[in-house]
């Protein structure tokens, strides 16, 4: 018989991660949650979930094929997710989409997060 934890997607992975970390987090945190908590294969491939699952990735329509709208759609199982750049650097975090406001759900972090990141025009 199959446990649960071996049914449960790297997707499922992923979010678990975010939420396990509790704040907007980078690529490299959630893969060292991951391999620690999850013993197995290095998750190499956590950039193009995350991709998939971000509404404003500009990578989405490589990760994410057979969808041909990507508005962001509150029943969407992929729009989950949003990508913030630290101001100032290059680096990027993610964190839970909140469809209602339009922004990130609510959030403690002590890096100054530009939400804009990406952001459609219009």
Known sequence: ????????????????AIKAIGRPCSIKTMQEWLEHRYAGPPYADVPNYLSALTVNDRSRR???????????????????LIK????????????????????????VSNEDLDWSYNRRKG
């Open 1 to 16: 018989m199959t446990s649960t934890m071996e049914r449960i997607t790297k997707r499922d992975r992923v979010l678990e």
């Open 62 to 80: 490589h990760n994410d094929r057979g969808r041909k709208n990507f508005t962001p759609d509150p029943h969407h199982p992929r729009d989950l």
């Open 84 to 107: 913030a750049r630290v101001r100032g650097t290059k680096f990027v975090r993610y964190w839970f989409y909140d469809h209602a406001t339009d922004a990130p759900t609510a959030h």
